[in-house]
């Protein structure tokens, strides 16, 4: 008997001491030798990884589209809308160039209504701001613009020409910019002349406002979004011509703001609102206003691309937990079928330690590749989301959390067959049939 030990000893302590190579190597024969179903629980952790990275990698490409724009043009522009609450919740910039028109209740200066208004006067006081290069208070309003046999309602900014291209965000395409003395020209954005004009040259040609003849004199590049809105949509004329076809000779729609080179907008934004608050004498918590740079737009957009992104990852999530069920269904089974074969191994030698590693080696390798698969298709996928038009960005970030995303919930997966496995009995298991 004692011989007999002796003898195994060695044997126990060979086995017992098995690589984590030598583990990973039988637990890929052992996948092998199950491989349809190994890969139809490859294939839930494929389904689950590439739907949460698809999904989540629309937040991000949205978030970082949005960001590089506001980053670039109007990143020194700053927009002051009427209204506190209602200005915010309605858009970026209330009123102002890209937004709807404002509309304005009967409340006046100093109310806490979320309707209150902003005067050319107060618009002329923000000219001495520290930090303020240009003021551009303008007004806003949906017309009916009508070419030939075309009658369009769109956008129609009354801007002054001092402030005028700056205050936009973008440059001429074709003409020239707004004139002070320009009182019936217009300068129409890039999407007003490729689409609601079907994309028919429009310089020089002539339109008609309410009713009142106007002589494009420009078109604007294509802009996107910026700070102070769109531009793209919206015809340009000058605000005193605006005044009179508007009948809006007291109140402003918005004031854009242009900060002088080296100030920093945010800076520049706070000085606004303080001249603002002095002048209408409330304090920030009765403020009826609202001032946006592009540092804090894209703040709120971060905030609702994020909240948007783990909606749409905890949906997708769904499908991988689906998937993770799919491999505890299969090392289930792989348990019970190698029931022998745990007993000849723990024969030989092989501790309870070693058997749990062989078999969350086995389960780590089925979301191992299911991760590997599902970030391949995540790629397939953002392309053909970005040819359709949505943006869609797969980030280094992203790919680490999908792959280990995908390793943990195979090995989490695993890890009851993998300790039902380990606590087979040598004996009971060489019996088993």
């Known amino acids: 008997m004692k011989k007999e030990a002796a003898e195994r000893q060695p044997v126990r302590k060979s086995s017992g001491a098995m690589s984590d190579v030598e583990l990973a190597e039988l637990a890929m024969n052992s996948l092998r030798y199950r491989s349809l179903r190994s890969w139809l629980a490859v294939l839930g952790i494929v389904i689950g990884v590439a739907s949460v990275i698809s999904l989540i990698s629309i937040s991000v490409g949205m978030n970082s ?22 200005a915010m919740s309605m858009g970026f910039g209330g009123g102002g160039a890209g937004g709807p028109p404002g509309q304005f209740g009967s409340s006046g200066l100093g109310s806490n209504s979320a309707s209150g208004v902003i005067t050319f006067k107060e618009a002329d006081a923000l000219k001495s701001v520290q930090g303020v290069a240009k003021i551009d208070a303008q007004i806003s309003s949906r017309a009916i613009v009508a070419y030939k046999n075309r009658n369009v309602s769109l956008s129609v900014v009354g801007t002054d020409p001092e402030a005028f291209p700056d205050s936009v965000g973008g440059s001429i395409m074709e003409g020239r910019p707004l004139g002070v003395g320009d009182t019936s020209a217009a300068v129409i954005g890039y999407s007003v002349q490729a689409e609601s004009f079907r994309n028919e040259s429009m310089l020089n040609k002539q339109i008609k406002i309410q009713g009142s003849t106007f002589r494009v004199v420009g078109v604007l590049n ?72 592009a540092t804090s737009m894209q703040a709120t957009i971060s905030s609702v691309s994020n909240t ?18 799919g491999v505890a269904n299969a090392m289930f089974t792989s348990v019970l079928e190698q029931t022998r074969y745990i007993g000849l191994l723990k024969s030989l030698g092989a501790r309870n330690n070693t058997i749990l590693k062989l078999f969350i080696y086995e389960s780590a390798m089925v979301g191992m590749v299911g991760g590997l698969i599902g970030l391949a298709l995540s790629f397939v996928g953002s392309v053909a989301l970005s040819y359709f038009g949505l943006p869609s960005k797969i980030t280094p970030e992203l790919v680490l959390l999908g792959l280990g995303f995908s390793v943990v919930v195979g090995i989490v997966s695993g890890l009851l067959p993998a300790r039902n496995a380990a606590s087979v009995a040598p004996v009971e298991a060489l019996r088993y049939e």
């Open 308 to 325: 948007l992104g783990l909606f749409l990852g905890g949906i997708a999530s769904i499908s991988l937990i689906v998937g993770g069920i």
């Open 222 to 293: 294509q802009t996107g979004t910026s700070i102070s809105g769109s531009s793209d949509r919206n015809i340009y004329i000058t605000q005193k011509r605006a005044k009179n076809l508007f009948n809006q000779t007291d109140k402003v729609s918005s004031i854009i703001a242009i900060a002088k080179n080296g100030s920093k907008p945010d800076d520049v934004a706070g000085n606004i609102t303080a001249k603002l608050l002095s002048m209408r004498r409330l304090t920030a918590a009765k403020q009826d206003f609202t001032v946006i740079t």
């Open 65 to 86: 589209q949005i960001s590089s724009s506001l980053s670039g043009v109007g990143a020194n522009i700053i927009t002051i809308s009427p209204g506190g609450s209602r």
